[in-house]
């Protein structure tokens, strides 16, 4: 897949604020920095299309964008941010769910995790609940220039194990400094839109 336009449609915090159910959504889901915006930026190849950031925690709304006008792309507020208040951390999560349970066009959620720890809790947590809607099966492991070829395999195992994936499950390193892994994720993406419109055909 070739992204050739991709611009920020709507930021939204509560469901009225959804933009149509008119193209399908594939959402983005991680901790707090890590390497979301960066990721999109690379998939969508435009530099700041998504807003980066030192600040864990920076990304408060869930933000639409549109990509090719054939879908969006979905950028979840980051979860397990220790500095913010057990109030705003309920709130995000409470927006995160409401989004995910009610949403007819969204087919999958891509987790991010950074490829260098094992996977928090929460993150197991996340994907726990993404598979009891249909909507786990894609793990992206970020920032994979920090690891060597010969401990990445390790990661990637740890991973599997402590999240429980499937065979089929895939697990895609990622490194949006060094640019690569992106190719396999968008082959991904094309495939999962293209089942789409043949089951809706």
Not at 36 to 52: D, E, F, V
């Amino acid at each position: 897949m070739i992204i050739k336009k991709a611009d920020i449609e709507t930021v939204a915090v509560k469901p009225s604020q959804y933009p149509e159910t008119d193209i399908p959504e594939i959402a983005f889901a991680g901790r707090s920095n890590v390497g979301k915006s960066s990721l999109l930026n690379l998939l969508t190849n435009r530099r700041n299309l998504a807003r980066t950031s030192g600040n864990p925690g920076k990304t408060r709304t869930i933000n639409f964008y549109r990509v090719n006008d054939d879908f969006r792309i979905v950028d979840l507020p980051g979860y397990g941010y220790a500095k913010i208040s057990r109030s705003q951390s309920e709130g995000w999560g409470q927006m995160i769910e409401t989004y995910l349970e009610g949403r007819t066009t969204l087919l999958k959620v891509v987790q991010l995790v950074d490829i260098r720890h094992e996977p928090s809790a929460q993150d197991v947590q996340m994907y726990n609940y993404l598979r009891h809607f249909g909507l786990d099966g894609i793990v992206v492991a970020t920032k994979a220039d920090k690891v060597s070829t010969n401990e990445k395999q390790k990661c990637i195992s740890v991973i599997r194990k402590t999240l429980g994936l499937s065979a089929e499950d895939k697990v895609i390193p990622v490194s949006a400094l060094k640019r690569t892994g992106h190719e396999v994720l968008l082959e991904e993406l094309e495939h999962l839109l293209a089942s789409s419109a043949n089951v809706a055909e």
